[in-house]
C-alpha cells in the first residue's frame, strides 16, 4: 500500500532505516535504480535536486511510479528553498530533505502535510526545527559535526529528538552499529550504498542486492 500521507511517510521512512540518496540525468537509469532499491526493501528514496532540469526528471520518475508501483514514496533532497520545494511538491514528493534549516520550507511543508527534514549542525538549530514542525532532523554534515558521538550528546538532553545523519554513514555494520547505537532512527546513504561502480556496470541486480543486505543488517542491529 502507498503511504501517502505524513504520519505514514515519516513511519516508512523510520522503519525502513536507509533512505537511499541518489540523482542521475537519464531518467531510464533513475527508474531502474529506484526500482531495485524499492525490490531490495527501500521503498523511500530521497532523489537529489542537482543538475540541470533535475525537477523534471523527478517529475518523470515520480510519475512512472505512481502508475507502475505506488508502494515507491519518492522524496527530494538538497532543497535550500521555499519555491524548490513547492515545485517538487506539486510534481510529486512525499517528503522534503535539505542540507540547511528554512522557515519557509517549513511552512511550504506543513502547509501541504509533506514531513521535512533540515540540515541540522547544532542544538540550537535543532531545537528550531522541532519548533517549526519537523519531526525527523537531518544531521549534516553527519561525519562533520560530531558524528554518532553528535548523536549521543543531543539525545541527552533533547531525548525526544528524532535524528538522520547523511554525510559519513557507510553501508557497513561497523559504520551503522556506531550511528544506530548512538540513537539514530534512520540515515541517508549516498555513494556509499548506490557505488559508482555498480553505477558504471548497470548493475541493477547488484544494487538491489546491496541495498538488500544494508536493510537487513539495520534490522539485525535493532535486534528486530
Known amino acids: ?40 526493501g527501500a521503498k523511500c528514496i530521497e532523489f537529489t535536486n542537482r543538475g540541470d532540469f533535475a525537477a523534471h526528471a523527478f517529475y518523470e520518475v515520480a510519475s512512472y511510479f505512481a502508475r507502475e508501483d505506488p508502494s515507491v514514496i519518492m522524496g527530494v533532497g538538497s532543497v535550500v528553498d521555499a519555491p524548490t520545494a513547492g515545485i517538487y511538491i506539486a510534481n510529486g514528493a512525499k517528503f522534503v530533505v535539505g542540507p ?29 526545527a522541532q519548533e517549526l ?10 561525519s562533520s559535526v560530531g558524528g554518532p558521538d553528535f548523536v549521543k550528546s543531543i539525545l541527552g538532553p533533547m531525548p525526544w529528538t528524532r535524528i538522520m545523519p547523511t554525510g559519513g554513514v557507510e ?17 541517508g546513504i549516498g555513494g556509499n550504498l548506490i557505488t559508482k561502480e555498480l553505477l558504471d556496470k548497470q548493475d541493477y541486480a547488484g544494487i538491489e542486492s546491496r541495498v538488500r543486505d544494508t536493510v537487513e543488517l539495520i534490522k539485525t542491529i535493532r535486534g528486530k
Open 1 to 40: 500500500m502507498a503511504a501517502t500521507d505524513r504520519i505514514s511517510v515519516l513511519l516508512a521512512m523510520m522503519d525502513q532505516g536507509v533512505i537511499p540518496v541518489f540523482y542521475h540525468p537519464d531518467v531510464d537509469v533513475c527508474r531502474k535504480v529506484i526500482q531495485a532499491c524499492a525490490n531490495g
Open 171 to 187: 553501508a557497513t555494520e561497523a559504520s551503522l552499529r556506531q550511528w544506530f547505537g548512538a540513537g539514530i532512527v534512520a540515515c
Open 133 to 142: 514542525g519537523c519531526e525527523i532532523v537531518k544531521v549534516f554534515p553527519g
Open 100 to 128: 540547511l534549516l528554512n522557515a519557509d520550507v517549513a511552512k511550504v511543508c506543513n502547509r501541504r502535510g509533506i514531513p521535512y527534514s533540515p540540515g541540522c549542525g547544532s542544538a540550537t538549530e535543532i531545537g528550531y
